[in-house]
């Protein structure tokens, strides 16, 4: 069975600070991976896809992928108290997403 | 605007009774997805479809049905065999292709949330 792990948290920073938010997956297949952003009783809505090894900018948010390490992590820096939010890490093969548990960020002001 | 429906947002369930679930989407999508999400836990994959009259089981299928009529349409039942129903249910689609400019995101409903009496 595929498994996407990640740190279910609470992960807690001072804004301002760097979060680090790490994922790790057991399908070596995996072609594509996600970082979905979640509010509390809301659903989740896209933040960042990466697709090759190296990292990724778009804003303040960094992914990084290692398919050697079967790794994938999400960097958001100048973290905000609006960050505070569950990420969930997704990865897809042949199109089927499967999803980590997330791990819940708070920001602190 | 284009977007993904669900519907009810609420829903509340006696022991023994069918409910269904309804998911509209007017964004020409070919593949659908339902989830199960319990607190503190990721998405878990019932079932999923990427054409019409098609669907796949996923990882819990076990006491849901869904039907694929229509492409815009991808509805869930929740039977009364679901012993354990009560969870956030999300909704969503995706383009099935791997075409310059699709990223494989998937596009969510607001979710229904229902709760077993």
């Known amino acids: 069975q595929k498994e996407v792990e990640q740190n279910s948290g609470p992960l807690s920073v001072p804004e301002g600070a760097i979060a680090s938010l790490n994922c790790t997956y057991s399908?070596?297949?995996?072609?594509?991976f996600f970082w979905y952003r979640q509010y509390s009783g809301k659903s989740p809505e896209l933040i960042m896809f990466?697709?090759?090894?190296g990292d990724k900018e778009d804003g303040r948010f960094t992914a990084q992928l290692n398919k050697a390490s079967q790794y994938v992590s999400l960097l958001i820096r100048d973290s905000q108290p609006s960050d505070s939010a569950t990420y969930l890490c997704?990865?897809?093969?042949?199109?089927?997403?499967?999803f980590g548990r997330g791990t819940s960020l708070i920001v602190h002001p | 605007d284009g977007g993904i429906t669900q519907s009810p947002k609420y829903l509340f369930r006696k022991e023994g009774q069918n409910v269904t679930l309804s998911c509209e989407q007017n964004?020409?999508?070919?593949?659908m997805y339902w989830y199960r999400q319990d607190p503190g836990q990721g998405l878990r994959l019932i079932y999923y479809?990427?054409?019409?009259?098609?669907?796949q089981k996923g990882d819990i299928a076990e006491g849901y049905s869904v039907s694929r009529e229509k492409k815009e349409s991808f509805p869930l039942t929740v039977t009364s065999a679901q012993k354990n129903p009560t969870a956030f249910y999300l909704c969503?689609?995706?383009?099935?292709?791997?075409?310059?400019?699709?990223?494989?995101?998937?596009?969510f409903g607001e979710g229904s949330r229902l709760t077993v009496l």
């Open positions: 969503a689609s995706s383009p099935w292709t791997s075409g310059i400019g699709d990223t494989g995101e998937l596009f």
């Open positions: 399908d070596r297949g995996s072609q594509s």
């Open positions: 990466i697709y090759s090894n």
């Open positions: 997704a990865v897809t093969g042949s199109y089927i997403p499967t």
């Open positions: 964004l020409n999508h070919d593949a």
């Open positions: 479809s990427q054409i019409v009259n098609d669907f």
